[in-house]
């Protein structure tokens, strides 16, 4: 569905890699003015060739792309006003950052006097301001990968596409970096497909996430939709940790799982064998208690500690109920985590935590 304010459309688009190896396969992607598209999804699912066929860097197969409304499909690269940051950066190491910037200016024939001018202001947004006659060799990993921002934006795109930027740097420095990039982003309104495998990155950052599977669009929504309300089991899986396992559906938002029935949110989906999934921390633990205090509008379930694994913010606990497990996260505190090994707990969790699918994904 085309909104009124797109900017970025994807009209069925689909690369052909050889003779039948499908790469992409039938996307449509309707992104507004101004707002970051996160393309999420595992190794080898057509993130990377979806980004350089939007960039003109691979012919399409099939499909048309547009930017504003424009057909962009088959004009070459530097003609499509698009703005490129890789992953290693690709900065040329034999010039100065300056000259790295003004790459693009020196192709479009911009003077040279503006020209500086306006490398000047794109490292100043970079937060590198005075940086233009270094090498890129003498600068650290989040600062190349800075240039490399600038000299995408120097020449004032109408797209970024950022191909995995952050994956080089360390954990600290991606924290640092995924703000910064979503505050320049934001303050030069740029409209920006970031590619990225990391969840977090997609979910803290983006205006909209496109969850991508074998070549196909699995999900597109808010990171909140995504998270909450996955289309699908790869979908709560790959975004977020699930506890899964096999279910009987056996009416609208009732499953049996083992000998226990459950209310739950099947989708919609028909009676018969079905998987469940519950996120780890929406799952609370109390020491075993009399039936008749257990709160009939939760699930619930009871089980004993079989596993404890301490991950500084978090305790996992692995909680055995009748030969399967279910893992189940819970904050720290200072004052210690509170079960032990072999402890009787119960479980219990809402129906709406519940997420069902049916049949075979
Ligand atoms: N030039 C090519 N010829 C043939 N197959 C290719 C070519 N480039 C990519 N592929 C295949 O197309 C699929 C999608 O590749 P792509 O690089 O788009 O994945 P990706 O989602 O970016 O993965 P990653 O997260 O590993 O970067 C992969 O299976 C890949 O092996
Ligand atoms: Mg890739």
């Not at 129906?351 to 049949?359: A, T």
């Amino acid at each position: 569905m085309t909104t009124d304010n797109t900017f970025l459309q994807l009209k069925a688009v689909s690369k052909l890699y050889g003779v039948n190896y499908k790469a992409v396969d039938d996307l449509h992607l309707d992104l507004p003015k101004g707002k970051l598209l996160g393309l999420l999804g595992p190794s080898g699912c057509g993130k990377t060739t979806t980004l350089r066929m939007i960039a003109g860097l691979l012919p399409i197969t099939d499909g048309n792309i547009y930017i504003n409304g424009e057909d962009i499909s088959r004009k070459p690269p530097h003609q499509r006003d698009i703005g490129l940051v890789f992953q290693n950066y690709a900065l040329f190491p034999h010039m100065t950052v300056a000259e790295n910037v003004a790459f693009g200016l020196d192709m479009r024939r911009v003077p040279k006097h503006e020209a500086q001018a306006r490398v000047e202001e794109a490292l100043e947004m970079v937060r590198l301001p005075g940086y233009g006659p270094r090498k890129p060799k003498d600068m650290s990993g989040g600062q190349q990968q800075r240039v490399a921002l600038a000299r995408a934006l120097v020449i004032r795109p109408r797209i970024l596409l950022l191909d995995e930027p952050l994956s080089n740097l360390d954990a600290k420095l991606r924290d640092d970096m995924r703000i910064e990039i979503r505050e320049i982003q934001q303050r030069m309104n740029i409209t920006t497909v970031f590619v990225t495998h990391d969840q977090v990155e997609a979910l803290t950052m983006c205006d909209v996430v496109g969850v991508m599977h074998n070549g196909k669009l699995a999900q597109l929504g808010t990171p909140e939709e995504i998270y909450e309300r996955p289309s699908s089991l790869f979908v709560a899986e790959f975004v977020g940790r699930a506890n899964v396992h096999i279910c009987q559906i056996i009416a609208e938002n009732t499953c049996r799982l083992g000998d226990n029935v459950y209310r739950c949110n099947t989708h919609g989906a028909a009676s018969g064998e079905g998987q469940i999934a519950i996120r780890p921390h929406r799952i609370s633990l109390t020491p075993n208690r009399d039936q008749s205090l257990i709160s009939v509008t939760t699930n619930s379930a009871r089980g004993k500690v079989a596993r404890i694994t301490y991950i500084g913010d978090i305790v996992q606990y692995e909680i055995e109920i009748n030969g399967g497990y279910l893992k189940v996260e819970v904050p720290t505190t200072s004052g210690g985590h509170g079960f032990q090994l072999g402890d009787k707990l119960l479980c219990e969790w809402k129906p709406e935590d519940m997420l069902v699918f049916g049949g075979k994904q």
